[in-house]
């Protein structure tokens, strides 16, 4: 991250402090996880201590201090979701990708993770991969997303055309 970029960051929010969630997008953005060195910089440009930073980073689920899946299936298990069978559906994420959930795959494709309300109920269950929002995704459907995610990632990181997309 350039200190272009930070600096016009930091030029749009009143207290430096503010600027931490974008900042910490773009740093990871970069490197695909939050490296020590990120948050240091961080910290020190915003005038926050380590723990400060680090509190808001475990706070939130999509920000990573290690390395990990390039991509990251989320799969919702709250209220709504759970109800309407997400826990078969993180089972069968399970199988298909031979992980458990908040695993990484072995060939660093993917991570499995669940999470808490994706605000889509009312296409539960739901399965965020990137910004896309799939649902409702039934178990059966499961073998065959993986797939796709497989063949997609095989070709190309460039968008998801051919996966299903959720209906709302
Ligand atoms: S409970 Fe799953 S999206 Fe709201």
């Known amino acids: 991250m350039t200190e272009e970029t930070i600096h016009k960051i930091l030029s749009r929010y009143p207290h430096r402090r503010s600027a931490l969630l974008p900042l910490l997008h773009l740093c990871q953005q970069?490197?695909?996880y939050l490296t020590d060195e990120a948050l240091r910089l961080l910290s020190k440009r915003l005038g926050l201590s380590p723990t400060q930073v680090v509190e808001v980073v475990t706070f939130y689920d999509m920000f990573h201090l290690k390395p990990?899946?390039?991509r990251e299936i989320w799969v919702c298990h709250n209220l709504s979701c759970s109800l309407l069978g997400?826990?078969?559906v993180v089972r069968r994420f399970e199988e298909a990708l031979g992980i458990g959930a908040g695993e990484t795959t072995q060939d660093g494709l993917f991570r499995l993770?669940?999470?808490e309300c994706?605000?889509?109920c009312g296409i539960a269950p739901v399965v965020q991969v990137g910004a896309e929002y799939y649902g409702p995704v039934s178990p059966q459907d499961v073998a065959q997303f993986v797939e796709r995610l497989r063949a997609q990632s095989a070709v190309s990181n460039q968008g998801s055309a051919f996966l299903p997309k959720a209906d709302g």
């Open 30 to 32: 970069e490197a695909g």
């Open 68 to 70: 990990g899946g390039q």
């Open 86 to 88: 997400a826990e078969k």
């Open 113 to 115: 993770k669940r999470v």
């Open 118 to 120: 994706l605000a889509a």
